[in-house]
């Protein structure tokens, strides 16, 4: 199966950032990027950036679950794998512009990945 | 765009649980489905169904965001609009053997949706 150019994207963007590296996965994003994720709606890549780089360092390990492709937009199912659980997915729905990540959509369940005041 | 058999199942369900017709719906649930639900795995569909009416009357309105459709997996991505909010997103991910759903994903932000002791 032909991996379409926006699904090439955010395999690479998802490997880099679930890696550790924020800032490579960053350079697959869209300087005005909107992102809405769970309480929260971000503009901009540096809001962006800051929000991925805060749950980054929380990563242990990935489990896939499935991903999508549809023209320019991909959609991620997968474990992000934290101390706290490793059976709450998370889903992504990105939206390609350009050759960059221009909009996403982030779902998690808050309280399944700690007490909510620790969370933002 | 041909879509496949199991968007159409899919889509079918969709239509039904949005509608109001749990019962609808389920015809078209596995009897032995598994579901990963927001601090909630789901066996049979009974405890499946009873998860959905739970939730089904709150529903005032749909707005879609994204489809895909991927051999036996669709993903839906949408706004369940309740009267506490209309730009809390869920995200479902559907694997169809057989004709009907045999195992899901379902994704969305408690805490989005209403205050944590209100919700299972």
């Given at each position: 199966m032909t991996r379409t150019d926006a699904e090439l994207i955010v395999d690479?963007?998802?490997?880099?950032?679930?890696?550790?590296?924020?800032?490579r996965a960053m350079t697959y994003v869209a300087d005005d990027i909107v992102c809405r994720a769970p309480g929260a709606d971000l503009t901009g890549k540096e809001a962006y950036g800051d929000?991925?780089?805060?749950?980054?360092?929380?990563?242990?390990?990935?489990?896939d679950i499935a991903t999508f492709a549809d023209g320019d937009r991909?959609?991620?199912?997968?474990?992000?794998?934290?101390?706290?659980?490793?059976?709450?997915?998370?889903?992504?729905?990105?939206?390609?512009?350009?050759?960059?990540?221009?909009?996403?959509v982030l779902l998690f369940d808050r309280l399944s990945f700690g007490p909510p005041e620790g969370r933002r």
């Open positions: 690479e963007y998802h490997r880099a950032w679930t890696s550790g590296d924020v800032e929000f991925i780089a805060g749950f980054a360092p929380s990563l242990v390990g990935i489990a991909v959609a991620l199912f997968y474990y992000p794998q934290t101390a706290t659980t490793t059976t709450a997915p998370a889903a992504e729905c990105f939206t390609i512009r350009a050759g960059k990540i221009a909009e996403s």
